[in-house]
């Protein structure tokens, strides 16, 4: 079966530009978390959707990111005029029910890359 | 809050040799935790999971590792090492109040032939 996917799998930009991450779970998952994953330091989340209730947020770490999500389906990490600390690959998982001892399935994650 | 410490960010041992892969977690008795592998150019993937009961937990691939409160650690462990098992390894523990895990920094094992 299909599992967590995501894309572009590599994302080039210049610093200012904004980028979209798209990030596609696993069909009947209702909870979705993105993380980043700067090198040498461990996943930092960043936002976490569960159902139709309001997104956790408290992990995105300026204005300059957001997230949709749309239903149980497709989610979007955007982040406005990029800088080079975004540099960081973008992992996003999904799990049946958002319980915390849940598993969460990951997928291969987005390299982004600010010049 | 929850949070956990991998020591040692770069792990070698020879094929064959004992695994041993150390996390510690922040003081307050957490009530799960969790190893996740990140093999080269995968997503992480579920290792085992620590939830309650029995405190010696079995995961995939041969690896266990043990829920030890009186250390406040969930070290992971293999017998004997593979070629396959070089990859990077994750300890982790939900973040207090909120259906998120907090990761440590990573621990990257390399398996010499």
């Known amino acids: 079966g299909a599992g967590v996917s995501q894309s572009p799998s590599n994302k080039v930009t210049e610093k200012g530009k904004d980028v979209e991450l798209r990030c596609d779970p696993i069909?009947?998952?209702?909870?979705l978390y993105w993380y980043r994953q700067r090198l040498g330091q461990g996943l930092e989340f960043l936002i976490y959707f569960q159902g139709n209730s309001a997104p956790d947020k408290s992990g995105l770490p300026s204005d300059r990111f957001s997230a949709e999500r749309t239903g149980e389906s497709v989610s979007t990490l955007t982040i406005q005029r990029t800088q080079q600390e975004d540099s960081a690959v973008y992992l996003c998982?999904?799990?049946?029910?958002?319980?915390?001892?849940?598993?969460?399935?990951f997928g291969p994650g987005t390299r982004l890359t600010v010049l | 809050a929850q949070s956990v410490t991998q020591l040692g960010s770069h792990v070698s041992v020879s094929e064959g040799a004992l695994v041993l892969l150390r996390c510690n977690y922040s003081?307050?008795?957490?009530?799960?935790l969790f190893w996740y592998v990140q093999y080269p150019n995968q997503g992480l993937q579920l290792l085992l999971k620590?939830?309650?009961?029995?405190?010696l937990v079995k995961g995939i691939n041969g690896f266990e590792a043990e829920f030890k409160k009186s250390e406040t650690s969930f070290h992971l462990t293999k017998p004997s090492a593979h070629m396959s098992d070089a990859a990077e390894y994750f300890c982790a523990v939900p973040r207090a109040g909120a259906n998120n895990l907090f990761f440590g920094t990573g621990t990257r094992l390399t398996v010499i032939p």
């Open positions: 003081s307050s008795v957490p009530p799960y």
């Open positions: 069909s009947g998952h209702t909870a």
């Open positions: 998982a999904s799990s049946p029910a958002g319980l915390v001892d849940n598993e969460q399935f």
């Open positions: 620590y939830t309650t009961g029995a405190t």
